[in-house]
Nanobody, 120 residues
Framework: QVQLVESGGGLVQAGGSLRLSCSAS????????MGWYCQSPGQQRELVTM???????EYADSVKGRFTISRDNSKNTVYLQMNNLKPEDTAVYYC??????????????WGQGAQVTVSS
């Protein structure tokens, strides 16, 4: 079984920065993609950014130029650097790992969520 453990998040003023980390643990051969989703109260979970194979990344338009995803495959860890944060970035941020290859099969997994609150 694959577990994702997130760290980081918290309260920051508008214009500030935060960094989220997410590490996958378990017997893992490879992870096809890792990234971040966010969910605000009453809203659906939506993609923020994703790091895919061969270094391909994608970002939601709302975070382009402000957020940066990075990944350390040797540690099965993904990071989200969030700069110039805005109040509308306030949400719970969930780490996602897609197509995680393990001895028991291929799975997807979600982190527990990290609250990010941006005050104006």
């Amino acid at each position: 079984q694959v577990q994702l453990v997130e760290s980081g998040g918290g309260l920051v003023q508008a214009g500030g920065s935060l960094r989220l980390s997410c590490s996958a643990s378990g017997s893992i051969f490879s992870i096809a993609a890792m990234g971040w989703y966010c969910q605000s109260p009453g809203q659906q979970r939506e993609l923020v950014t994703m790091s895919r194979s061969l270094g391909r990344t994608e970002y939601a338009d709302s975070v382009k130029g402000r957020f940066t995803i990075s990944r350390d495959n040797s540690k099965n860890t993904v990071y989200l650097q969030m700069n110039n944060l805005k109040p509308e970035d306030t949400a719970v941020y969930y780490c996602n790992a897609d197509r995680v290859a393990t001895p028991k099969g291929v799975f997807g997994s979600w982190g527990q969520g990290a609250q990010v609150t941006v005050s104006s």
